[in-house]
């Protein structure tokens, strides 16, 4: 296990029962041991006395917090699971065919798909769009991927500064790590996972697209 994660990020990583566990042990010694043990004792204040009580509860929900990260995840994998069909279709599409899939379901969203310009030229920049005076890069390269980690998304965010771009979209047919998902929330940067990434193509009826894509998505 890498030694950068953040406490909360482990709890998210490890089995439910030791979040579990700690949150039950931690209660207990707040709750009622420390009490206990600071009644037998002229050298702890009343204050103290009633600071672990109070506390019990807030540290146990502290605990119990990444195990609903865990659950959803785990519920993500489920539904991920239920749409393997759609998924293995995306998946046969050729990264040309695939990107223009992409390109037009941004297109229905509202955005203006840049063609003809510098950038379609560029080797590191898949799909370039823009709303208003924002420039956004799609990033489709990792649509074959069961799983995109951290290092994926500092990619693409280094990309997006170099390219003075105000956001971007990070498009896949798996799932993201719970430490990629953390590192995008602070950040302009828009995981789709497979899920998402059906509901994103499920509107597009662009016969470019290919047979496949249309028998998919009809």
Request: net charge positive; proline share 3%.
């Amino acid at each position: 296990m890498k030694k950068n994660l953040s406490f909360i990020e482990f709890l998210a990583q490890v089995p439910w029962w030791v979040s579990v566990s700690l949150a039950a042990v931690f209660y207990v010694m707040l709750k009622f041991t420390l009490p206990a043990l600071q009644s037998q004792s002229s050298l702890v204040s009343e204050v103290d006395m009633s600071l672990g009580p109070a506390l019990a509860p807030v540290v146990a929900l502290a605990f119990l917090a990444p195990l609903g990260f865990s659950l959803l995840r785990s519920g993500r994998r489920k539904k991920l699971h239920a749409l393997k069909g759609e998924i293995e279709a995306l998946q046969a599409l050729s990264w040309s065919q695939f990107r223009d899939l992409a390109a037009e379901a941004y297109r229905e969203k509202g955005y203006t798909v840049m063609e003809g310009t510098i950038y379609r030229n560029d080797p590191a920049v898949d799909i370039v769009l823009r709303k208003g005076a924002n420039l956004y890069l799609v990033h489709c390269r990792y649509w074959q991927n069961s799983k995109l980690r951290k290092r994926e998304v500092k990619k693409l965010l280094t990309l997006m500064h170099a390219r003075q771009a105000s956001g971007a979209f990070l498009l896949t047919t798996g799932i993201f790590t719970s430490e990629a998902r953390h590192y995008a929330v602070e950040r302009p940067i828009t995981l789709v996972d497979g899920i998402e990434l059906i509901e994103l193509l499920s509107g597009v009826r662009d016969s470019r697209a290919g047979e496949c894509a249309g028998e998919l998505l009809n």
